[in-house]
């Protein structure tokens, strides 16, 4: 639509629509679900969108975000989710420790949790690996930071930029990226920023910060429940496979666009159609389904393992939606148009925009999901305008994953989760946790410049 004001009252209105989103969430207590959808109305309103079409303005977007995160986490987290309770977690980490050796123990740890982290949640992931982490920290001794921070970390930078994690899907949806594209350069970028911003960091300065080995947290926490655990080959093997189909697909699809290969043929159709990334994570969890589950486990207790990964996502699917929401309703309003001419204004590059305000977002709400949705609506008009190439629309979702990891403190679930988990009190957890992130967040960052230099 034509915008009803002009760039300073949008961008007022926008400001104003922030303010209250925050204040809704930080200081009010009000679930981010519920108030995104609140502040994406409001916002509408506020903007002259005719009120009649606000509701079918709203929904559409809604709809639209969902369309393609739901499909992905939900295959993603119901094969982590079989790879959990069959005990393929506890074998990968066994398996890359006893070859890593005492030394490289922090790195095996790390390495099984990157590995892990493809298809689980960050803190479904953390969970997980406790009993691990405590079982070689109490091996080899030291701080349990030394062990927990590598694999804490991992889980954090497979969440923060890796499809099918929701952050990342629902920033690649909101500014066109191509979602196997940011899934395949998302894994590289995260393993180089995990080893820089976290494992480097963690064995020259922050394992050294004595925390003492506290596992009593795990009295309450569920184990693998087979005598028979699946091999490590087995569990690699199911973790590589999407993508693989996935880096086919743009192999194959990058050779037909420049004429390499003719636009027609059965057999690419298939591989290409295979390597789409919902079809890949499908094909994976099918796979993980006949190969770990229906052999341990009844048809009705693999229903019931599969259905319960679906509930504890339903909030984080409908937060990604209402994000969506809110993104669309800036869009249509003018307001996204507004905020990169202002931007442009100030000689700010895109993808440092991108990165500043996800930083603020994070900062000021805690929500890394909240700021990376939030963050890409606001900027989808302006990326739009700019018209960047594929891979710099990856390197725009990797800045906003950047400034949406940084400096995690009290506000953050995260921040609590670590804190409680491995027994540190603020301060501790402050100087140990919210700097690695911090650090992390910088790498990833600065990996993202690169990519958009020579994108």
């Excluded at 691990?132 to 091996?139: L, P, Q």
């Excluded at 009593?216 to 973790?239: C, K, N, Q």
């Excluded at 059965?266 to 919902?278: A, E, K, L, R, S």
């Amino acid at each position: 639509m034509t915008p009803a004001y002009g760039s300073g009252t949008l961008l007022l209105i926008a400001a104003v629509a922030v303010a209250v989103l925050l204040v809704l969430i930080i200081a009010l207590r009000m679930h981010a679900f519920v108030a995104l959808v609140l502040v994406s109305l409001g916002t509408a309103v506020a903007a002259g969108v005719p009120v009649a079409d606000v509701p079918t303005i709203s929904i559409a977007a809604f709809g639209s975000t969902l369309g393609t995160v739901a499909l992905l986490v939900g295959l993603g987290v119901m094969i982590g989710r079989l790879l959990e309770v069959t005990g393929g977690a506890q074998v990968l980490a066994d398996t890359l420790v006893s070859r890593f050796g005492e030394k490289r123990a922090p790195m095996a740890l790390g390495i099984a949790s990157l590995l892990f982290g493809l298809p689980i949640f960050f803190d479904a992931g953390l969970v997980v690996f406790l009993p691990i982490i405590f079982s070689v920290a109490k091996r080899f001794g030291g701080s349990v930071l030394m062990y927990a921070l590598p694999s804490a970390g991992a889980f954090a930078a497979m969440h923060a930029i890796v499809p099918p994690h929701p952050g990342p899907v629902t920033a690649a949806t909101e500014l066109g990226a191509s979602i196997g594209l940011t899934l395949l350069v998302g894994v590289v970028i995260a393993v180089v920023a995990w080893f820089v911003g976290v494992y480097v960091v963690t064995t020259s300065w922050l394992g050294k910060i004595h925390v003492p080995i506290d596992d009593s947290v795990l009295t309450g926490g569920r184990e693998a429940d087979h005598d028979d655990p699946p091999s490590f080959g087995h569990v690699l093997a199911i973790l590589l496979l999407p993508l693989v189909l996935i880096g086919l697909n743009t192999v194959l699809t990058t050779l037909r666009t420049n004429g390499s290969i003719a636009e027609e043929g059965t057999f690419v159709d298939v591989i290409v159609f295979v390597g789409q990334t919902p079809v890949a994570l499908l094909i994976a969890l099918l796979v993980a389904t006949y190969t770990l589950a229906v052999k341990r486990y009844s048809r009705e207790e693999v229903e019931t393992l599969l259905n319960d990964a679906l509930g504890p996502i339903c909030a984080i699917i409908l937060i990604t939606g209402a994000g969506g929401m809110f993104g669309g309703v800036l869009r249509y309003s003018g307001i996204g148009d507004a905020l990169s001419d202002s931007l442009a204004d100030l000689g700010l590059p895109l993808i440092v925009s991108a990165f500043v305000i996800a930083t603020i977002l994070r900062v000021a709400q805690g929500s890394a999901t909240v700021a990376l949705t939030t963050t890409a609506g606001l900027l989808s008009a302006g990326v739009a305008a700019a018209d960047p190439s594929g891979l710099q629309l990856v390197a725009l979702v990797l800045a906003i994953a950047a400034g949406a990891t940084v400096l995690s403190h009290v506000n953050d679930s995260g921040f609590w989760l670590v804190s409680r988990f491995f027994g540190m009190d603020v301060k501790t957890t402050l100087r140990t946790w919210t700097v690695m992130e911090t650090t992390l967040g910088v790498s990833i960052f600065v990996l993202a410049l690169g990519i958009w230099a020579i994108g």
